[in-house]
């Protein structure tokens, strides 16, 4: 599904993707984990090229999504991107919010489009908050209507960036539950994330990055067993301590 060769970028002087390699086949989920200013948010930005490169390719189903010939728009509709930040639209309810992308990228009908709106925010827990504006929710329903919002596209892939950094510790919960969920249902996801926990249980693959670069990749078990590199080593010793 994601096919990322020999991709580099940097900003100015500093390089903060080295030469990354990364294959994400349809049905996983990986998650990318690391220090603070190892790349991975700058990585998952570039997926659906939020971040442009200077050297490499980005494949995802086979498209180059950074060739200049490729329609992103169109792209972007079948890639489902979470950010920390909710980025909902005030002034809109929670189903106008999610149904708003469908009614004016894909052209479907608005009873059809808040139909399917409903359906979703239903899944997510959300079933009683169909009239709620943002400012009435908590940070985890917010993030749970940008998840659906997302869903509501019906992308082939979901990217995540650290989708509950923003969030209260007891929200947590409920936003990885909806995650899981996605997991469940055989949705391709790449989840940057801190939370060590989620990544174990969820995951099919841990990506660990350092310094703009992947330095291990590795099922779960393995990684949080018995990490390959020092530099691993070390940030595991650092943050399974709390």
Known sequence: MIQVNQVSKSFGHQQVLKAINLTVPKSHVYAIIGPSGAGKS?????????ESIQAGEILIDGISVHDKKTDINKLRADVGFVFQSFNLYP????????????????????????EKARELLSSLGLGEKFASYPGQLSGGQQQRVAIARALAMDPKLMLF???????????????????RKLAASGMTMVVVTHEMGFAREICDQIVFM???????VAPPEQFFSNPQSERAKDFLAKVLQH
């Open 161 to 179: 960036d650290e989708p509950t950094s923003a969030l209260d510790p007891e929200m947590i919960k409920e936003v990885l539950d909806a995650i």
């Open 91 to 114: 002034h809109l309810t929670t189903v106008e919010n999610v149904a708003i992308a469908p009614i004016q990228v894909k052209k479907v009908p608005k009873k059809e489009a808040e």
């Open 210 to 216: 350092a310094d703009g670069k992947i330095v291990e």
């Open 42 to 50: 700058t990585l998952i930005r570039t997926m659906n090229a939020l």
